[in-house]
Structures are given as structure tokens and as C-alpha cells.
T-cell receptor, first 114, second 112 residues
Framework: EPEVTQTPSHQVTQMGQEVILRCVPISNHLYFYWYRQILGQKVEFLVSFYNNEISEKSEIFDDQFSVERPDGSNFTLKIRSTKLEDSAMYFC????????????FGDGTRLSIL | SQKIEQNSEALNIQEGKTATLTCNYTNYSPAYLQWYRQDPGRGPVFLLLIRENEKEKRKERLKVTFDTTLKQSLFHITASQPADSATYLCALDDNYGQNFVFGPGTRLSVLP
């Protein structure tokens, strides 16, 4: 069964540095999402992406965040100047376009800011 | 204000019994609601989706109900097994699939 893959599985970065988290969604999916989950807390929506543009974003997704689909397969989340509170698991998800399709999640990138 | 809640943070049941998890929401009008399973250190895994015009959905030992009047979904696991132990999340769409909101999850432990 096709799956969403995320790299790296764990990223350790100094505060203030830029970080890029990478995702390869399922190949025929058209909607892409990023979520984060702070340790012990709920999964929080960050941003959705369709047709090469952001569809919706949450309050968490401020100017420090950006997303890109640089080619036909990758979907990236960039954090420009990381803060301690950015430490969390970041999950990528994708879904098909027809009807009410479920999202399929990757196993996440654990981001640790020092 | 908008809120999505799951009945309890943790639920312990004996193997073989039916586990029932509750998801309640306020000030949303979702077109559909989803249930996911999450194991420690892993991403959520999709289990079932139920649309607003469906009352009940089944898949093997799983059953979901959706009552848009009560603004509630119930998730049942029958003949539960220790392997069913995980955190179960409900999620609803907030804007026709552009934005999904997750509940805080219920951590289910099935005791042998």
C-alpha cells in the first residue's frame, strides 16, 4: 500500500537556525497538509496546500513558516528562524481529491530545538 | 467558541469487552468525521470515515456512529484485544477538507 514518507525522522537544530522538513506524499494525491504535535498534546493543523498554493493556514503558521512543492513529488515545510517552542513532531499528510477522502499521514519528523 | 472533546484521556478495559469512545464537538458543522489510531512515536493511521448523512459505519470489529443533532460520534471496538491498545483520535473537517481539527485523543488500554 502506498504511504507518505518523511525525512529526516529526527532533526536537531540550534535556536535561530533554519530547518526544512521533507515529505513525499502519495503519488496521486492532490491535497497536502502539515500538522504538529507537541509532546503529550493534540495534533494541531498548520497548513493545507492544493494546486500549488496554500488553501488554509492556522494561527500557528506565521511568517516564520513556509511550504513548497518544488517538484512533482516533494512537499516541504521550512521554518526560517527556529524557536525553542517549535520543538515538536511534525506530520505531513495527503489525500485524494474525490469526495470525502481520508488523510494519510507519514510517521513524522521529531524536531528538537536547542 | 469551537471545541472538540473526547470523553476521557484514558480508558482501561478487559480483553474481549467492547470499548466505546466518545467524540463531542461544538460550533462546527463538519461534512464528515474521521477516526484515527496513533501509536507512540508514529503518525495517525486512518480507521474509519463517516459522512454527515450516515448514521453508522462498520469495518470488521470497528463501528462508528455520527449524530449531527447531538454533535457526537461514538467509536466502538468489539471483542477488544491487547493489540488494540493505542490512542484513538477523532478528527472533523472544518472547511470542506481544507482544514481538519483533531480531538485530544483517548488512550485505550486493553488488559489481558
Amino acid at each position: 500500500e502506498p504511504e507518505v514518507t518523511q525525512t529526516p525522522s529526527h532533526q536537531v537544530t540550534q535556536m535561530g537556525q533554519e530547518v526544512i522538513l521533507r515529505c513525499v506524499p502519495i503519488s496521486n494525491h492532490l491535497y497536502f497538509y502539515w500538522y504538529r504535535q507537541i509532546l503529550g498534546q493534540k495534533v494541531e493543523f498548520l497548513v493545507s496546500f492544493y494546486n500549488n498554493e496554500i488553501s488554509e493556514k492556522s494561527e500557528i503558521f506565521d511568517d516564520q513558516f513556509s511550504v513548497e512543492r518544488p517538484d512533482g513529488s516533494n512537499f516541504t515545510l521550512k521554518i526560517r528562524s527556529t524557536k525553542l517552542e517549535d520543538s515538536a513532531m511534525y506530520f505531513c499528510a495527503s489525500r485524494g481529491a474525490t469526495g470525502n477522502q481520508p488523510q494519510h499521514f507519514g510517521d513524522g519528523t521529531r524536531l528538537s530545538i536547542l | 467558541s469551537q471545541k472538540i472533546e473526547q470523553n476521557s484521556e484514558a480508558l482501561n478495559i478487559q480483553e474481549g469487552k467492547t470499548a466505546t469512545l466518545t467524540c463531542n464537538y461544538t460550533n462546527y458543522s463538519p461534512a464528515y468525521l474521521q477516526w484515527y489510531r496513533q501509536d507512540p512515536g508514529r503518525g495517525p493511521v486512518f480507521l474509519l470515515l463517516i459522512r454527515e448523512n450516515e448514521k453508522e459505519k462498520r469495518k470488521e470489529r470497528l463501528k462508528v456512529t455520527f449524530d449531527t443533532t447531538l454533535k457526537q460520534s461514538l467509536f466502538h471496538i468489539t471483542a477488544s484485544q491487547p493489540a488494540d491498545s493505542a490512542t484513538y483520535l477523532c478528527a472533523l473537517d472544518d472547511n470542506y477538507g481544507q482544514n481538519f481539527v483533531f480531538g485530544p485523543g483517548t488512550r485505550l488500554s486493553v488488559l489481558p
